[in-house]
C-alpha cells in the first residue's frame, strides 16, 4: 500500500523556521522525483521545491535562498527545510512522488506563519 505520510507542521511566528518530512512506504522510493506543493486558501496548489530521483533540486523564486529540499533514500523520506517564514508561506503543504506514469499525493500539514 502506497503512503506519503507529511509531518512537521505548525504554528511559528514570521523569521521562524520550520522543517518538513515526509515518509514514504509502499514503492521504490529511490526512483521517484520528489516534490513539494503547496495550496494557501482561495490559491491554486503551487511548486515549492523539488528533487530529483539523482539529487538534482529546483526551486520557486518566492522560497529560494530560504527553503532547502532533500532526501534520504535509506529512509525512505523527504524533508524541506524552512527558514525565515513569511505569513505568505502559510498553507498546506503536500509531497508528491512520480515516477512514470505513477503519481502519489500526501494529505498535507499545515504551515501558519503568523505572529
Known amino acids: 500500500q502506497v503512503q506519503l505520510v507529511e509531518s512537521g507542521g505548525g504554528l511559528v511566528q514570521p523569521g521562524g523556521s520550520l522543517r518538513l518530512s515526509c515518509a514514504a512506504s509502499g514503492f521504490t522510493f529511490s526512483y521517484y522525483a520528489m516534490t513539494w506543493y503547496r495550496q494557501a486558501p482561495g490559491k491554486e496548489r503551487e511548486l515549492v521545491a523539488a528533487?530529483?530521483?539523482?539529487?538534482?533540486?529546483n526551486y520557486a523564486a518566492s522560497v529560494t535562498g530560504r527553503f532547502t529540499i532533500s532526501r534520504d533514500n535509506a529512509k525512505n523520506t523527504l524533508y524541506l527545510q524552512m527558514n525565515n517564514l513569511k505569513p505568505e508561506d502559510t498553507a498546506v503543504y503536500y509531497c508528491?512522488?512520480?515516477?512514470?506514469?505513477?503519481?502519489?499525493w500526501g494529505q498535507g500539514t499545515q504551515v501558519t506563519v503568523s505572529s
Open positions: 528533487i530529483s530521483s539523482g539529487g538534482r533540486t
Open positions: 508528491n512522488a512520480q515516477w512514470r506514469q505513477n503519481d502519489f
